[in-house]
């Protein structure tokens, strides 16, 4: 089955600085990538995802970029702000017509610092 | 995400017992999940269901089960075969397999042995 390994665990950044969260997967026919963002007891939302028939999808101050042939996927966040301080979660699965579930990495805590 | 709730918020269960979380969606998606967070952890799948009737087993099923006797609604009962039955519950659901292949999420129920 699919394994999703996401790095680093905590990541603690500057106001308005940038912050990158990287992810692994092991499945060559994964085809479905979301970010979720999670605060404190909350439900995981969707911030972002990307289908593997592009490399880089950006969202004002969120992008993600793909590399399928090393099969791994990147958050990144620009001029960081309080309010994105949450635990963020990759995800992988293969999108192919089915309803399968989704292969979650452990998350990473971003800290943003004031 | 509004259009998934789940119930209770917080569940007690005592040894032996056996308690049924609730899920319920009126987005009018066909596909619905169970996933379990533990603390620290990413989110695993216990199951999933693309179509009344139908369901299949996740990552981590031993000790749960589910019915999907409604399009709105995916139970999932918590037996006392699972030892330790501690965690946070979330539900979600998805247009697949003939739409799109975004899961939302409901608030979650909080599971607590005593």
């Known amino acids: 089955g699919e394994n999703v390994e996401q790095h680093p665990s905590t990541l603690s950044v500057q106001e308005g600085d940038s912050a990158v969260i990287k992810c692994t997967y092991s499945d060559s026919a994964s085809n479905y990538f979301p970010w979720y963002k999670q605060e404190l007891g909350k439900r995981p939302q969707l911030i972002i995802d990307i289908r593997s028939n592009v490399g880089e999808k950006k969202d004002q101050r969120i992008a993600v970029t793909l590399n399928k042939t090393a099969k791994h996927f990147s958050l990144h966040i620009t001029e960081t702000q309080p309010e994105d301080s949450a635990v963020y979660f990759c995800a992988a699965m293969y999108s192919g017509g089915g309803a399968d579930g989704l292969t979650f990495g452990k998350g990473t805590h971003l800290i943003i610092q004031p | 995400d509004g259009g998934i709730t789940q119930s209770p918020k917080y569940l007690f269960r005592k040894e032996g017992q056996n308690v049924t979380l609730s899920c319920e969606q009126n987005?009018?998606?066909?596909?619905m999940y169970w996933y379990r967070q533990d603390p620290g952890q990413g989110l695993r799948l216990i199951y999933y269901s693309q179509i009344v009737n139908d369901f299949q087993k996740g990552d981590i099923a031993e000790g749960y089960s589910v019915s999907r006797e409604k399009k709105e609604s995916f139970p999932l009962t918590v037996t006392s075969a699972q030892k330790n039955p501690t965690a946070f519950y979330l539900c979600a659901s998805s247009a697949r397999p003939t739409g799109e292949e975004t899961q939302y999420f409901g608030p979650g129920t909080r599971l607590l042995v005593l």
């Open positions: 987005l009018n998606h066909d596909a």
